[in-house]
């Protein structure tokens, strides 16, 4: 089922979206490549640290929602946006750099298209992603056993699942197509403030397809014990609701 994006929703934790972004840009070794690509670029935002890292490069941004791309057009940030599907994506020619962050999970059998994105990098380039890997916790599980249930199930059958490997998965095919990699992984805390800020963010990215997949007044029904589900696994601290979010990074350098 296709679903929208709403630019503004995702926008709403950019900095905590952002540090993963930072984090991968600072393991690319590049120094002067001419053109940078950012795959799955989202409402542009992060983009833009792409063209203070490399300020002579072309740099390009492409996501296949046309919601965000709108967004990033509307910044006036003088990078190109293209709309397009990472799956169909291919530039005019190889490119230095190719970044991807905190969209292949969304692509089902995206280790499978691994081959395909290298062979867009130009030998001696660099390809860089980050995916989340905390799909076992319960800002996840708690959804899909809500969306498992009765009235939901129905409906919420085969919604868009988010889904990524460990880095050793992204090591081994990676290191089969010749690349040398650099793998890891990262738990971010997140601290966060509001009445329900943990529904606030998942509602923006993994818990969407479903929301989208519901009629109004199911979703209203479906957000509200979601909430409250939420709101137990995720208490109030003086200090915040804390989550927890595991990211996995790989950066790959292509032989030259």
Not at 107 to 122: D, F, R
Request: aromatic letters at 10%.
């Amino acid at each position: 089922m296709a679903y929208r994006w709403d630019p503004d929703r995702y926008l709403a934790f950019a900095d905590e979206r952002g540090r993963p972004f930072v984090d991968l840009l600072a393991r690319v070794g590049a120094r002067d490549p001419r053109t940078v690509v950012d795959l799955g670029c989202g409402p542009g935002n992060l983009t833009a640290l792409l063209v203070a890292r490399w300020p002579e490069a072309h740099v390009v941004g492409v996501d296949s929602s046309p919601e965000m791309i709108d967004k990033a057009r509307a910044a006036g940030s003088g990078i190109d946006f293209d709309v397009a599907d990472l799956r169909d994506w291919r530039p005019a020619e190889p490119v230095d750099v190719l970044v991807s962050n905190a969209t292949l999970q969304w692509v089902p059998g995206h280790l499978e298209l691994l081959a395909g994105l290298v062979a867009q990098v130009a030998p001696g380039g660099w390809f860089a992603f980050q995916v989340p890997g905390n799909f076992d916790e319960p800002s996840h599980t708690l959804r899909t056993e809500l969306a498992a249930e009765e009235p939901y199930r129905e409906l919420a059958a085969g919604t868009a699942e988010p889904a990524s490997h460990d880095p050793e998965t992204y090591v081994a095919a990676l290191t089969a197509l010749g690349c040398t990699v650099d793998a890891w992984e990262t738990t971010y805390l997140h601290l966060l403030t509001g009445e329900d800020p943990v529904f606030d963010w998942v509602s923006g990215t993994s818990a969407r397809p479903v929301l989208a997949a519901l009629p109004d007044d199911l979703r209203e029904q479906f957000v509200a014990e979601f909430k409250r589900r939420l709101r137990q696994a995720f208490p109030q601290r003086p200090y915040g609701v804390a989550l927890p979010f595991r990211r996995v990074f790989a950066v790959a350098r292509v032989p030259a």
